[in-house]
């Protein structure tokens, strides 16, 4: 009998634990899920692209339309609670499979549009980064966007993104959305979120998603730059 109830209860561990727990998103807190919009047109010095309140406004590329695709294929089976894009054109484009296929209409949030360039818009900052303007190798060392000639200040654009990013959050408190926006703008958040340098989180590929929880304590990163949908 000794043997018996020995070799029942072998390997059995009743005692009281506690178990590693996945992250949990807060009740107020809001997932933000920032998606960078697809590749654009490609910007030639003869042609500049057309500009929307100063900002350069390109289309997408075709490789753009079909990574927007690939952004909806990813998305769509998740539970969204809404879309948001910007007031410029790239981001309502990579948005709007996603839209078809989950049936919301996209909103805009113009805060959360990119990084005004100033002398360097209409496609000319492609150029320049490309071709190693000293200016443009200036600008990764000191980490400040205002380098270039009449370009938006570091503290004025972070201003306007934390802006953008509070309005949908105190929305969408306790839900999920889907945001469309652009690398430096993304990137900004990512670095305000962490405390980061201001550039630290530039390196985005198009239609990468990153994901962002925001909570009226604090601003939490949960992703960076996944793009595993593109592969």
Known sequence: MTDEHSSSTEGVDDRSGYRQIRFLRPRDATEIVLVRHGESAVAYPDEPFPLLEGHGDPPLAPEGRAQAERVADRLAGSEIAAIY????????????PLARLTGLVPREEADLREVHLGEWEGGLYRQKVL???P???????TERWDTVPGAESNEAFAARLTRGVSRIASEHRGERVVVFSHGGAIGMILALATGARAFSFTALDNAAISTLVVSPERWVVRSFNDAAHLE
């Open 85 to 96: 894009v910007t007031n410029l054109r790239r981001t309502g484009e990579t948005a709007a």
């Open 131 to 133: 071709e190693s303007d």
């Open 135 to 141: 200016l443009a190798r200036k600008m990764f060392e």
